[in-house]
């Protein structure tokens, strides 16, 4: 209470105008800037930052959430940083986690492994995840690259594509994908993709296009997979 509030075991509720400190809270730790607890059982909420070793419960601030262990929530208006998270990571930004079971929400996100569940973002970076460069051609292009990472469950995909002829036409875009079966040789997924066109280094809102595709991946060795598919454009 007041300006700062510290105790050794909170058993109940610790409330202060700035900063709030305790090795461990039965209960909730708010504060207007600052909340450190090495254990917590129950929520920590500030406006600012929320520190814990350990957190069972929702772990809410206004800008970043910090914490080794987390089983709830962690849920920020800028990042989340955690070691091992069961339940969900959501900020508007970044959320960075080594373990995670569950999911992550943000533009950015970052962990070396999912047990399950699957990030949903912008970006979405997971160490020992989904990756592939795929090669391949289509009815409208010629050549198309495309780069996807995430998670089988849930996947980005970036790609770029050319058509050369008289004119040449180029397009990029950015889609999302999932990947499914128990057969580890054959699988299944859907991708939905948004594409832009340019022709002649012209561009242009006119000229972009959604794309549907649902196909079988087969693999062939460790590293290659063959696919194929139908598209609606």
Not at 6 to 28: L, R
Not at 66 to 82: E, F, P
Request: aromatic share 10%; net charge negative; glycine share 10%.
């Amino acid at each position: 209470n007041g300006i700062a509030s510290t105790g050794k075991t909170v058993d109940g509720c610790q409330i202060s105008g700035i900063i709030s400190v305790a090795d461990s809270v039965d209960g909730a730790q708010i504060s207007g800037l600052v909340n450190v607890s090495d254990d917590i059982s129950g929520c920590q909420v500030a406006s600012l930052v929320n520190v814990a070793d350990s957190i069972n419960g929702p772990q809410i601030s206004g800008l970043v959430n910090a914490a080794i262990d987390v089983n709830g929530a962690q849920i920020a208006g800028l990042a989340n940083v955690a070691e091992n998270v069961e339940g969900a990571q959501v900020s508007s930004m970044m959320n960075v986690a080594n373990n995670v079971s569950g999911t992550q929400v943000a533009c950015f996100n970052f962990a070396n492994n999912y047990t399950k569940g699957a990030p949903v973002g912008l970006i979405s970076i997971v160490t020992f995840g989904f990756h592939t460069i795929d090669l391949s051609v289509n009815e409208m292009q010629f050549a198309n690259f495309a780069f996807k990472t995430g998670v089988e469950r849930f996947y980005n995909i970036f790609t770029v594509g050319a058509k050369f002829n008289e004119s040449s036409v180029w397009n990029y875009g950015y889609g999302i994908g999932t990947i499914w079966g128990k057969n580890e040789k054959i699988k299944k997924n859907i991708e939905i993709t948004g594409l832009q066109f340019m022709k002649n280094e012209q561009w242009s809102y006119q000229n972009s296009m959604l794309t549907a595709y649902a196909g079988i991946t087969i693999k062939l060795t460790k590293k290659i997979s063959a696919a194929v598919g139908l598209t609606y454009n």
